[in-house]
DNA sequence: TTTCCATTATGAACCGATTCACCGACGAAG
DNA sequence: CTTCGTCGGTGAATCGGTTCATAATGGAAA
């Protein structure tokens, strides 16, 4: 019923023995079939075909070492923040028929260090990184020894280094200006540990809302760092958050899956949203427009910020300087955080 | 401020050279450290880090042939349902310290075939795919030039050749028989293109239970086929069936995502969920219980369908025995389709 | 008939690692 | 004093492609 394994994957020789030519001109059929006279050419393929010959990549590159795969490596691949990110991304490479390694940080250093060096052993033409922490000597260091790198959500220190990235602190201070316009003197402020750039970066424009709006952060600012960027963290800094008899009654959640834990939770407690507690959230994810009370949130452009990442990488093996690319998010009011 | 780009990459031999020892030395220090002794190893060691030195993948793979990277085709990236399988995958195969390689078909067979030579090219240990069309002989071919291969949520026709799936027949039955037992007589089924399995077998189901129930399919099946398996679909196919004047009291959708456009669509056009039109999703991804109207959905163990998939893998890669995991769905019944 | 050029094919060198047969030195045993 | 085993290290062969200098062939021009 199914093919044998074979013992051996068939070689360029293997196949040049069969069709009776020399390897060289297997190689130029591979490669430069306009150079090869159709006979030989048509015997070449037939004997391609009859071993299901598949070139072997390493060797290609080896010798060759060009490449067309660039990698990419998110926080967290079940976040639809970073999956339209990576559509994005794709979408780009596709029209120069590069293709996508994508990779899954889940916040850890070592763990984007261990992708980054398997991305470099391959070879890659270049990697779009979302940093996992503060530091990018490593994604330097990386650059230096020749492989292209664009930061990816964040923004990048160094006028040579090319970044694609929203603005985070005018993010924080849209929603918390958004809140305290509607009467909460008070902000719970659900965040990423500090270690992620853009937890910090809306921590600041949160804390800049509250200066414009003559309140002491001190007072009217109450963070609480979440276990996980995701629905789980969400409700565990909700329950904390609820412990607290005096609690604010506005909670701003670093992004989206946060605030649908945030929600849950708030509904199992009994708590109304937006009534007895306003909740806005960051990302805009599909759902949030649909949510039992629809989803305040700031969006970002997040199909053109990996576009433009992929853009600059490709533009960046081409030989074209290093750009700072920074997007402008925008809110998008909805019930969950509107006085009724 | 920057480090300058490398003229080239340091090789083995330039280490050796540093040294002053031979490519075997350093080999021998990067592989098997105890074969050499304290002072030279420190020497080599040295002359590493100094030229910041990172073997060359391809190299390394031409010779010894092993790699432990495995690769993942999926349908949709930003589909909850694969992010989470991906997860499940990941868990896995961390375990034995290897590395996935994840791409996105987008239920495009000829993405799918670029993307399955592109993981061989590069010599992956194996795959896990999730078929985008009805063939499977190209896996087939592939497997037998040596690649491993587990089907990802499609069942094996072939005893040695190993799947992960979920019963997607009782899936469908599940949905549909729920909704006749709510007193619908007449069900309509947005579903995605007959190309794909899963999408068949749901139909099956469905049509299993109308039987059941005495009814005849060509009458109380309305099936649309959806243009994409999202949001964007499930609308689509929602106006579709919303432009009949007869349409059912009843909507099936193929997946969360789907149902989540079906019942934007619905609330837009001021039907009542589940008053006039009652809803059931597939998937139970994390929002499904957080929406305006919490919607019923098919819930599929995701987690564990990557877990056991990279499981079988690896076993493979061991010389393990095929083997054909099938998981049974649950019904998770919420407000959009039980009678107020 | 000879010369010359274009076309097509050849085969060896090379990319950068791993691997293994072999060698030299040194200490212990006989 | 020889013999032998061990340890540490060497360097050439090898993996499977690409590339390029070179050769063979044949037809057109002189």
Chains 1, 2 share one sequence.
Do not use: K, W
């Not at 976040?79 to 994508?102: K, S």
């Not at 305290?180 to 540990?193: D, K, S, V, Y």
């Amino acid at each position: 019923m199914s093919t044998p394994v074979q013992r051996r994957r068939a070689s360029i020789n293997d196949v040049a023995r069969l069709a009776e030519v020399s390897v060289g001109t297997v190689s130029n059929v591979l490669n430069r079939p306009d150079r090869v006279s159709p006979t030989t050419r048509e015997r070449v393929v037939a004997a391609i075909a009859e071993l299901s010959f598949v070139p072997n990549g390493s060797a290609r590159q080896l010798r060759a070492g060009t490449i067309t795969t660039v990698g990419a490596i998110v926080l967290d691949i079940a976040n639809p923040f970073f999956t339209d990110v990576a559509r994005g991304i794709e979408d780009r490479l596709t029209q120069d028929d590069y293709t996508l390694m994508l990779a899954n940080s889940e916040e850890d250093p070592e763990r984007e260090q261990r992708y980054l060096r398997l991305f470099e052993e391959h070879g890659v033409q270049g990697v779009m990184v979302v940093p996992s922490d503060e530091r990018i000597d490593h994604l330097l260091a990386l650059r230096a020894r020749g492989v292209n790198v664009v930061l990816l959500d964040r923004s990048s220190p160094l006028d040579d280094l090319s970044s694609v990235a929203v603005d985070d602190v005018s993010g924080g201070e849209l929603a918390a200006r958004h809140l305290l316009e509607q009467g909460h003197t008070r902000i719970a402020f659900l965040n990423g540990p500090h270690a992620i750039r853009q937890c910090v970066e809306r921590h600041t424009g949160v804390v800049r809302a509250l200066e414009a709006a003559g309140l002491d952060p001190a007072e009217a600012l109450v963070e609480i760092t979440v276990p996980s960027l995701n629905a789980d963290g969400g409700e565990a800094g909700t329950r904390e958050l609820l412990a607290s008899a005096d609690h604010p009654s506005a909670i701003f959640c670093v992004n989206d899956l946060t605030a649908l834990g945030a929600l849950r939770t708030l509904r199992h407690e009994g708590v109304r949203v937006p009534d007895d507690v306003a909740v806005v959230g960051y990302d805009d994810v599909t759902f949030a427009a649909e949510l039992g009370t629809p989803l305040t949130s700031v969006r970002q452009p997040t199909h053109a910020l990996g576009f433009r990442a992929a853009d600059l990488l490709l533009a960046a093996a081409a030989g074209a300087p290093a750009e700072q690319v920074l997007f402008q998010p925008e809110l998008v009011v909805r019930a969950s955080s509107t006085t009724p």
